[in-house]
Structure formats: C-alpha cells, structure tokens
C-alpha cells in the first residue's frame, strides 16, 4: 500500500500462458520464481493473452521537454521463444492504423517529457485494435532497420540530446524511404538451438549496395558461454 505498482523483465522470460484455472497456480509460481531467478524481482503482471497479433513498435526520439517526434515504425512479429528473429520496417499495416499507432507512441512520450531514443511497442490484433505494451528507453537491437530507412543515426542524436544539445528535427524533417529487414544471427546449436559458444574458424561478412552488419565477429573470435547469443545483426 502506497507503493508504486511495478516488475522486472525482458528478453520473453518469465512468461506464462494461462488457458484455464486450473493452471494458474502452477504457472503463477514457475513464473515468479523465474522472474526472481534472472531479475531478483518475483513481481509479475497479468494481462490478456491474443493468440493471433502483430508486435509492431514505434521509435521516438525527444529532448526532455516535451518535443517528441517518430522515425517511423517497425514491425517485430517473426519471434521463437518470445525472442525476435526478423524485423523490418515499415510495416505492412493499413496507412490510417499506422497514423494512430504512431500518434499514440508519440503521445506516450510527450506525456512523460522522454529524452532521447526510445521504443514504445504495440499489439496489433486481427481487428485493427492495439494494446500497448511496453516501453524500452533505449537503443533497442532492431533500431538499425529504422536508421536504414531514415539515414539518421540514431546513437548521434541521442548523445547530442544528452550533451544538452536540444533536438533540432521536426517531425516534417523525417524522410522515410524504400523498405529494410534484419536478421539476427544467433550461435546456436542447429539441432536443438541451445545457444552454442565456441571459437569462430572461418568468418566472410557479407556487404554489398544496402547491406549493413553490426557485429564484433573475427576469424579466431571466441564467442563466450556468459551473455545473450546473438553474434551479427544481417540488415
């Protein structure tokens, strides 16, 4: 009481799908004990389960003062495990629910004054009806696909923000043009894709007219047991 409401998480742990009464005892408490394994925080939140969506995201940037614009959206529903595997941007939605989608994510950010670079991400029902769901403030691992189609580098604006620099782009000056899709390239076992380190023997990264790679990869690179396996981003 008088404490505000709130649970860790990310990256699709922790999650439940709970189809009856019956199961919710079980699930309850293999969630929260989850949540406290990977976040220390065994708080949970319990929303409707859409068996059918699209996970689509909008990506904003502001100052801190209330002026917020969009870079578009991006559509993340490709996803195994609750983890996303393709994104592209722009989506593929009706033109007048992308505006309300887009209204909505830039609204959200006015409202709490964000600076700089972040992501409010949606669900999109067969309908046309959306939920949003989460905010990440923060450079997020598919920003590349909306700096593809924007030619703004998204990492610059957010430090110049910082640096106390101000945000001199208005939503007029965003140009969004062609299409752009990533990969995320994961090292994982092929048969069962449990993630997979060990010493890379032979790397060739591919490159061409729009192709863009963000990795850290190398002949003789040791990709280490500790961290999340994604090793390149193909966009």
């Known amino acids: 009481k008088g404490e505000e409401a709130r649970a860790a998480g990310g990256g699709g742990r922790g999650q439940k799908v709970v189809r009856s009464s019956d199961e919710m005892r079980v699930a309850f408490n293999q969630a929260a004990q989850e949540a406290q394994m990977y976040f220390s925080d065994p708080a949970l939140i319990m ?3 859409l068996t059918e969506f699209r996970h689509v995201e909008v990506q904003v940037i502001g100052d801190g003062t209330g002026h917020v614009i969009h870079i578009g ?10 983890q996303k595997l393709i994104e592209e941007a722009p989506s593929t939605l009706p033109d007048d629910l992308r505006q309300e989608i887009l209204s909505a994510g830039v609204r959200l950010a006015q409202h709490v004054k964000y600076s700089g670079a972040g992501t ?3 669900i999109v029902d067969p309908d046309g009806g959306f939920y949003f769901m989460e905010m990440n403030t923060r450079i997020q691992v ?13 990492v610059r ?17 965003i140009r969004l043009e062609g299409h752009a899709i990533e990969c995320r390239i994961n090292a994982e076992d092929p048969a069962t894709f449990a993630p997979s380190p060990g010493r890379v ?3 060739h990264a591919p490159g061409g007219l729009h192709v863009r790679v963000d990795s850290a990869l190398y002949d003789g690179y ?3 047991p500790y961290y999340d396996s994604l090793i390149a981003k193909l966009i």
């Not at 604006?157 to 000056?173: C, K, R, S, V, W």
């Open 120 to 122: 409010l991400e949606f």
């Open 222 to 224: 040791r990709i280490p």
């Open 73 to 82: 959206e991006r559509d993340c529903s490709i996803q195994r495990r609750n």
């Open 157 to 173: 604006l957010q430090i110049q923000i910082a640096a106390g620099e101000g945000l001199h782009l208005t939503q007029d000056d």
């Open 47 to 49: 929303e409707k389960f």
């Open 201 to 203: 023997t032979d790397y």
């Open 142 to 154: 598919e920003h590349c696909v909306s700096e593809m189609i924007s030619r703004l580098d998204f």
